[in-house]
């Protein structure tokens, strides 16, 4: 037995018409749901690591404070005092050590606390003359810090061959950081130089 509709063929395509409306309508809100949840989530994401990075700078500018008591101004000023007294009895081709000194200084960013700076170089009177060697030693907050001062070390004059020895973890003034030491060639200075770092002195 069929079931004859009795309704006008219009009628029953505009039922059939809204029906396909309605189940689009469904699927456009679905959709439109799921993109808005997207989009919150998102939001939050982003929102969470703003907050986290703001968390990050604050500490680092509380460390900043806090480990400025702990620097050894004064015995690096021994250190340095010591080196360029060497230059007081320097003839031939020893390095600039005021010079060098100075780089290091105008290079070395506020986060960077030196613990050594050792020379080691042997004049020689003859016509060959060995390079020496140069160690920088001290701390800073993390590995990027080092790369960057590495960085900063290879374009100072007088140096050559600058690798880092090591870097790691270690506790400084309480707080852990990062403990490294650089290494160097230290070339010869020329005649010239030499006896312009005199007559400065004189």
Aim: glycine share 6%; net charge negative.
């Amino acid at each position: 037995m069929k079931n004859i509709s009795l309704l006008p063929p219009e009628l029953v395509a505009e039922r059939q018409f809204q029906r396909k409306r309605e189940r689009y309508l469904m699927v456009g809100v679905l959709v439109i749901g799921i993109l808005l949840a997207v989009y919150a989530a998102l939001g939050l994401m982003t929102y969470i690591n703003h907050y986290e990075l703001a968390t990050i700078n604050q500490e680092r500018q509380f460390l900043e404070q806090e480990s400025s008591q702990y620097l050894h101004y004064q015995d690096l000023k021994n250190q340095v005092t010591a080196i360029e007294s060497l230059a007081n009895k320097a003839m031939g081709t020893t390095p600039s050590w005021s010079h060098l000194l100075h780089q290091i200084n105008e290079k070395m960013a506020a986060d960077i606390w030196l613990s050594e700076l050792r020379a080691n170089y042997e004049h020689n009177t003859t016509s060959t003359q060995e390079p020496g060697e140069f160690i920088i030693r001290g701390w800073t907050f993390d590995h990027p810090a080092v790369a960057w001062w590495l960085h900063e070390v290879q374009t100072v004059e007088g140096l050559d061959g600058v690798t880092c020895t090591f870097a790691r973890r270690g506790f400084f003034g309480g707080r852990e950081m990062i403990n490294f030491e650089i290494k160097s060639d230290l070339l010869p200075g020329s005649e010239f130089q030499a006896g312009n770092q005199k007559e400065a002195e004189q």
